[in-house]
């Protein structure tokens, strides 16, 4: 198993550009969810799935979507790039929201000017 | 809304002694759980606590989860080099509104 992936493991975009990071399991984990992490600020939920088909909003959602079309794939979407979103992007899967433990990919550092 | 304090947030200890960081949560949690982040790392899980007043010991690690499942505890005895990192808590609050939320702490940077 592959485990938890994520694309690309750096980007730099310039403020008002919009992109997809990328996150697939191949654990057949029905929840999985997003965070940002930034200095002092531990680890912040941004949206989360408990299943295909459905998504739901956490701590800092503003400025990013979701979907959720297949069990493997969970894509984060930034609509309009702005530079308090310079952050470390974690995709995070579990079997199950509460409690199993979660997976989480390695990790993409997005740089925003 | 739930939330999870971690304190203290940075720690440097000598190596070999020993190294305690404390969670807490403003709401009764279901259950709560440890991370690890290394350095440029990812968070990896360590251990999960369910009951109340429960400890659970991994080696040189002793995890607690108070009576009133608001805070919990991780020990490390005689630390080492490969302690370095970040620890986390994660916590699900025990309401049934917030299903699929959980929040973690700031952390503890232990150098």
């Known amino acids: 198993n592959a485990g938890v992936t994520q694309t690309p493991k750096f980007q730099v975009l310039k403020t008002g550009q919009s992109m997809t990071l990328q996150c697939a399991q191949d654990m057949n984990h029905e929840y999985m969810s997003w965070y940002r992490q930034d200095p002092g600020m531990g680890l912040r939920l941004i949206h989360y799935s408990v299943g295909a088909g459905i998504t739901d909003q956490g701590e800092v959602p503003n400025g990013y979507n979701v979907s959720r079309s297949t069990t493997e794939d969970f894509p984060l979407r930034l609509l309009s790039a702005a530079p308090s979103q310079t952050s470390v992007y974690f995709c995070?899967?579990?079997?199950?929201?509460?409690?199993?433990?979660?997976?989480f990919g390695p990790g993409t550092r997005l740089t925003v000017t | 809304g739930q939330q999870v304090m971690q304190i203290p947030q940075y720690q440097h200890v000598q190596e070999g002694e020993d190294f305690t960081t404390y969670c807490n949560s403003s709401?009764?949690?279901?259950?709560i759980q440890w991370y690890k982040q290394r350095p440029g790392g990812h968070p990896v899980f360590l251990i999960q606590l369910v009951k109340s007043g429960e400890v659970k010991k991994q080696k040189r690690l002793t995890f607690q989860f108070g009576e009133a499942k608001k805070n919990s505890s991780l020990h490390i005895t005689a630390t080492q080099t490969t302690d370095v990192g970040t620890y986390f808590c994660a916590g699900n609050n025990a309401g049934g509104t917030s299903y699929g939320k959980r929040t973690f702490g700031q952390g503890n940077i232990l150098t």
């Open positions: 709401t009764t949690l279901s259950n």
């Open positions: 995070a899967s579990s079997y199950e929201p509460r409690s199993y433990e979660q997976y």
